[in-house]
């Protein structure tokens, strides 16, 4: 993956406003879309956002590296990309809390999901219409076999 093509810093600062901007509204897209509980679709740009992301980390570390490639730029265009880089840091922030909270929803559903197939496991014993309720007195006891011939 190359970098962002511009020959001069205010191209350079206006390449990486687009991608900023592109990066941002994907990422408020997958938020919006977390938000509302329907994250399979986020898989239609995830590999769009994941390139992008990308070049993003790239330009940047590049730009830290070299900072004379964007000292020049106009005042405008300069302006222009902090405004861009204020709105990526709060849908970033954004996405980052909408991610926390389906993490520890889906979470939540899969321990209730593994504690009622624990229950219903230790509720039931044996097979068949001769299935019995198995209760147990300690349900923190561990199960043993005992051999009445040994």
Excluded: C, H, W
């Excluded at 810093?9 to 977390?34: H, K, M, V």
């Excluded at 222009?80 to 979470?107: D, H, I, M, P, W």
């Excluded at 999901?113 to 229950?119: F, H, K, P, S």
């Amino acid at each position: 993956m190359t970098g962002l093509a511009a020959d001069t810093p205010d191209q350079l600062a206006a390449a990486l406003i687009r991608l900023t901007d592109r990066l941002t509204a994907l990422l408020s897209r997958e938020t919006e879309l977390f938000e509302s509980r329907r994250p399979l679709e986020t898989e239609e740009f995830q590999g769009e956002k994941t390139r992008l992301a990308t070049l993003y980390r790239r330009e940047i570390a590049s730009i830290k590296s070299n900072p004379s490639r964007l000292e020049n730029a106009g005042p405008s265009f300069k302006q222009a990309l902090r405004q861009s880089t204020e709105k990526f840091t709060t849908a970033l922030a954004a996405n980052g809390q909408a991610v926390q909270t389906l993490s520890t929803l889906t979470e939540g559903v899969v321990k209730a999901v593994a504690d009622e197939v624990a229950n219903k496991r230790d509720n039931l014993a044996g097979y068949g219409p001769g299935a019995a309720a198995n209760v147990r007195k300690n349900p923190d006891a561990p199960s043993i076999a005992v051999n009445r011939s040994a």
